[in-house]
C-alpha cells in the first residue's frame, strides 16, 4: 500500500481517534463513537482509501 498520510495528519488521526474510542468506551457519546477506528487504523497504517480515490497525499515528496 503507498502511504499518502504525512506527519501532523498522521497524528491528528491517531489522537482523534483514540478519543473518540475512549469516548465511547466511557458511555460518553454512545457508541458512534467507534467511528473512531477509522481515523486510528488509517493514521496507524499511513494509507488513507477516501484520500487515494481523491488523489489526496498529505506526505511528503521523496526526492
Known amino acids: 500500500m503507498t502511504r499518502n498520510v504525512g506527519g501532523i ?3 491528528a488521526r491517531i489522537v482523534i481517534g483514540a ?4 469516548l465511547a468506551i466511557t ?3 454512545g457508541a ?4 473512531g477506528l477509522v481515523p486510528l487504523v ?3 497504517l499511513g494509507t488513507c482509501p477516501a484520500y487515494r480515490l ?3 497525499s ?5 526526492k
Open 19 to 22: 478519543v473518540l474510542i475512549g
Open 42 to 44: 488509517t493514521g496507524l
Open 58 to 62: 498529505t506526505c511528503r515528496r521523496q
Open 27 to 29: 458511555g460518553q457519546v
Open 32 to 35: 458512534w463513537g467507534f467511528i
Open 54 to 56: 481523491l488523489g489526496i
Open 9 to 11: 495528519d498522521k497524528l
